[in-house]
């Protein structure tokens, strides 16, 4: 199902703009992240692909409460919230309201372009960033990030023109995986996997 979402913006998003555009249901904001420019320090391009998680959600690391590894989950809306999966791979988050947030999932990168396949070690640009833990490892994302705001260095993200939307599934979960919460950029080819 493809429809049209975002607002257009040259500045980067801070201070009580990024908390009201923050401070709202997580679909809603997983959806207007959507060609959102993203930048950790030198390296970043246009958000590809998210995925949208509620306090209520059984696949939510916030459904049981706050802990030690979710505390982030629960700051300000704007915050940044960083788990490893497997042991090995780091994903991204943006905090909407307490205990909501949205996966990044993919980039379209077009900033340090150099500097994210030196960290990738592949020069495949469709693949550089196409899923949460790629994406970390492009743009140097790692537990020394966590629970920051996004207008504070070395994030940036300033909301740019609308784009029509994929919505489909979410990806690797067992439960509530029927929730249609999975969104991304019609048409894109740097998506993490296609959608159905």
């Not at 999966?85 to 900033?111: K, Q």
């Not at 990738?120 to 790692?142: E, N, W």
Request: net charge positive.
């Amino acid at each position: 199902m493809n429809s049209p979402t975002g607002a257009i913006g040259t500045a980067p998003l801070s201070g009580g703009h990024l908390a009201d555009f923050f401070a709202r249901d997580a679909v809603t904001v997983a959806r207007d992240l959507l060609s959102c420019h993203l930048l950790v320090g030198e390296t970043g391009g246009r958000i590809a692909e998210t995925e949208a998680y509620f306090p209520d959600d059984e696949a939510s690391h916030s459904f049981r409460g706050p802990t030690r590894r979710n505390g982030a989950m629960f700051g300000k809306p704007g915050n940044v919230y960083i788990y490893r999966i497997y042991g090995m791979h780091w994903c991204l988050n943006f905090v909407c309201t307490p205990g909501s947030a949205v996966l990044i999932r993919a980039i379209e990168p077009d900033t340090g372009i150099a500097e994210m396949i030196s960290r990738r070690g592949t020069d495949a640009l469709p693949q550089l960033c196409s899923g949460p833990g790629k994406l970390c490892q492009a743009l140097g994302v790692d537990m020394d990030l966590n629970d920051r705001l996004l207008d504070r260095a070395p994030f940036s993200l300033t909301r740019t023109a609308p784009v029509e939307i994929l919505t489909g599934k979410r990806i690797g979960i067992t439960k509530n995986a029927e929730a249609p919460w999975r969104f991304g950029i019609s048409g894109s080819r740097y998506l993490s996997k296609p959608f159905r």
